[in-house]
């Protein structure tokens, strides 16, 4: 099946700091979405991204489907992002998560 | 508009019990996933529907069961539970018929137990 890896899988910032969080998968996907699980627990969309660039704030995405990645950019980190982002890549209606970058932004 | 919403929020079993968990979305929805969260690891689709009265198996499917036969509901069952069960589970739900995007919307999880 499709393997789907990130990069890297923890990562610890200074607040203020801009950080990239990378997503490769093995195939062709249908879709793919980033998305922010905060220390409580809740999964929080961020992009729904199958290819092109998408911006939302102090976030932004980038995916390049020929070449099996994406990126999301965090700009001046705040410790509310600190959390695990997860990439999901879905194929034949089969959704397949990464194991996540765990961010810790410290004040 | 509530979103995806999960009961109950936390259980704690006995192995060889038996329980339903319960999801539901006023979004109107085609697609509902279960999923289930183990610590230090990303999500691990367990089922999954992609209408009303369909379900289909996921990357982990053994050891549960599930039904969806109303559109805005999806129960997960675990007939016999085993330790290895313990975990977060997590229910979304996806697709608006017309519309091109998949977006999925998750809800707040439900923290299950076996001992």
């Known amino acids: 099946g499709i393997q789907v890896e990130q990069s890297p899988p923890d990562l610890i910032l200074q607040e203020g700091a801009n950080s990239t969080l990378r997503c490769n998968f093995s195939?062709?996907?249908?879709?793919l979405q980033w998305f922010h699980q905060n220390p409580w627990g809740q999964l929080i969309n961020l992009f729904y991204i199958p290819s092109g660039t998408k911006q939302n704030g102090r976030l932004s995405a980038t995916t390049v489907a020929t070449e099996r990645y994406s990126l999301l950019y965090i700009s001046s980190s705040q410790t509310t992002d600190s959390g695990v982002y997860f990439c999901?890549?879905?194929?034949?209606?089969?959704?397949?998560f990464g194991k996540g970058t765990r961010l810790h932004i410290l004040p | 508009n509530a979103g995806v919403t999960q009961t109950p929020k936390f259980r704690v079993l006995k192995t060889g019990q038996s329980m339903t968990l319960l999801c539901a979305q006023d979004?109107?929805?085609?697609?509902m996933y279960w999923y289930r969260q183990d610590p230090g690891m990303g999500l691990r689709l367990i089922h999954y529907?992609?209408?009303?009265?369909?379900?289909a198996k996921g990357e982990v499917p053994d050891g549960y069961n599930v039904s969806r036969l109303k559109k805005q509901n999806f129960l997960l069952g675990l007939e016999s539970a085993a330790p290895s069960q313990t975990s977060v589970y997590f229910c979304?739900?996806?697709?608006?018929?017309?519309?091109?995007?998949?977006?999925?919307?998750f809800g707040p999880g439900t923290r299950l137990t076996v001992t």
């Open positions: 529907s992609v209408g009303e009265g369909t379900t």
């Open positions: 195939d062709s996907v249908n879709n």
């Open positions: 979004m109107n929805h085609e697609y």
């Open positions: 999901a890549v879905d194929r034949d209606d089969k959704i397949i």
């Open positions: 979304a739900s996806s697709y608006v018929p017309g519309r091109i995007d998949y977006e999925q919307y």
